[in-house]
């Protein structure tokens, strides 16, 4: 707030990505996880888990821990009952049923349930004044995005993990382990193809303060014509139908 102004100009993660709840085994509801584990102030994964006692949904302690590694390795020595994070972060305990799954967000329905609206949970910004000089190639970055969201929306997960796995990042990696990874997280990617309206940046305003971050959402320093610039994005994508 005390910066120089930014501006969001892409939504790439979302759909309560960090919200997927986990519990150890022999914890079969959200009530009976007495501690819960989250990444760092600030994340989803910290938002989710306090948004989930807010609401009700639990009456657990959420305990900040630094990291995935820690946060699995508390799970597994019984430090923490359950934990809120990224469903693909749990797969191999999900996979060897050391944890069972109570909250899956890659599902819609069940983020209706439990959470209502979808919402960014990370997004592309930048210096305003800094992305305004640098327009056309803004644009240019955008219209690479749009055909990168278009491939993953067409293609088959096994098709996107066999054009990965030809990148040198990836070629280390097995396939199917790829797959994987690429069928856990696409729920998430580009919520509405990354578009943000007025009604959902509102609705993820009243949100950001479980996260542990200080929004007031009643300040017009965090409004939408103030923080939202979807010029980049109508430019280099189209914007889509639906927001017409």
Known sequence: KSGKPTSIIYAHIGNANGGTVVARSGVSSLMAIANVGATGIGSSSYGFCNYYKEAGHAKWNVIVLQDIPTLL????????????????NFRPQIDSKTVSVLIDTRDPAARKKYLGNDYPEAAIFG?????QSKRPALISFMRAIGSAEKFLRSQSPQAVA???????????????AVETQVRDSLPYFSPNG???NAA?????LSQYNTWGLAVDPKDSVFSYAERIDMT????GIGRPAGER
């Not at 019984?78 to 994070?85: L, M, T």
Request: hydrophobic share 50%; glycine share 8%.
């Open 232 to 235: 980049y994005y109508d430019a």
């Open 200 to 204: 959902v940046w509102k609705f993820a």
């Open 73 to 88: 390795a508390a799970l597994a020595s019984g430090r923490i009952d359950g934990a809120c994070n990224n469903v693909a």
């Open 127 to 131: 210096i305003t004044a800094n992305l």
């Open 162 to 176: 066999q054009s990965m796995h030809k990148l040198q990042a990836f070629a280390s990696i097995p396939v199917g």
């Open 194 to 196: 990354g578009y943000i």
